[in-house]
């Protein structure tokens, strides 16, 4: 079974922390790669996209390893507002079949 | 605005009803997807479209149904064969298969059967 494998955490870190989050995905041909986050009761929303090089976004950085099936998540200066679920995502072709989700890890910021 | 409506945001049901669903996208996105998703568990793929007129199951389609009649629509139907109804349901889109692929959601229904 095609799978992405994430610690469920929680991960509990004060304010200012750097926090990182890391998934494995079982499928080698896998072709794009999303962190989504999502509050609590609420909807998922696409965090950033994950790219062969890295990329980053303001206290964001995401980082694939296609080697190792390993995708990661890095934040720096965390706020009490990055409290969330954040869900490892990965799209196994390029058409318009479903993504496959992580079960996610849940991060608690803590002033 | 462009975006995915579901409604309504809560629903209550008798055991034993069928219930609907709605998932409206203004998006023009070809493919809509639904799943559910328990307390503290992980989303779960029910059904999913790539076109209109057609659709296939996902990992539990089990006492679900779907129509996909307009590309914006796609409802579901919950019926009295699904055991455990009570949970979160997402509906979401997913840009044109040219793109990387990324899906977007609806805020959801939560569905309690009582």
């Known amino acids: ?111 | 605005d462009g975006g995915i409506t579901q409604s309504p945001k809560y629903l209550f049901r008798k055991e034993g009803q069928n219930v609907t669903l709605s998932c409206e996208q203004n998006l023009n996105h070809d493919a809509m997807y639904w799943y559910r998703q328990d307390p503290g568990q992980g989303l779960r793929l029910i059904y999913y479209s790539q076109i209109v007129n057609d659709f296939q199951k996902g990992d539990i389609a089990e006492g679900y149904s779907v129509s996909r009649e307009k590309k914006e629509s796609f409802p579901l139907t919950v019926t009295s064969a699904q055991k455990n109804p009570t949970a979160f349901y997402l509906c979401a889109s997913s840009i044109p298969a040219s793109g990387k692929g990324e899906q977007f959601f609806g805020p959801g229904t939560r569905l309690t059967v009582l």
């Open chain 1, 1 to 111: 079974r095609k799978e992405v494998e994430q610690d469920p955490g929680p991960f509990n870190v004060p304010e200012g922390a750097t926090v990182a989050f890391n998934c494995t995905y079982s499928n080698s041909a896998s072709q794009s790669f999303f962190w989504y986050r999502q509050d609590c009761r609420k909807e998922p929303k696409l965090l950033m996209s994950v790219y062969s090089s890295g990329n980053e976004d303001g206290r964001f950085t995401a980082q694939l390893n296609r080697a190792s099936q390993y995708i990661s998540l890095l934040i720096r200066d965390s706020k009490l507002s990055d409290s969330a679920t954040y869900l490892c995502v990965v799209k196994e072709d390029s058409g318009n079949t479903p993504l496959v989700f992580g079960k996610g890890t849940r991060l608690s910021v803590i002033a």
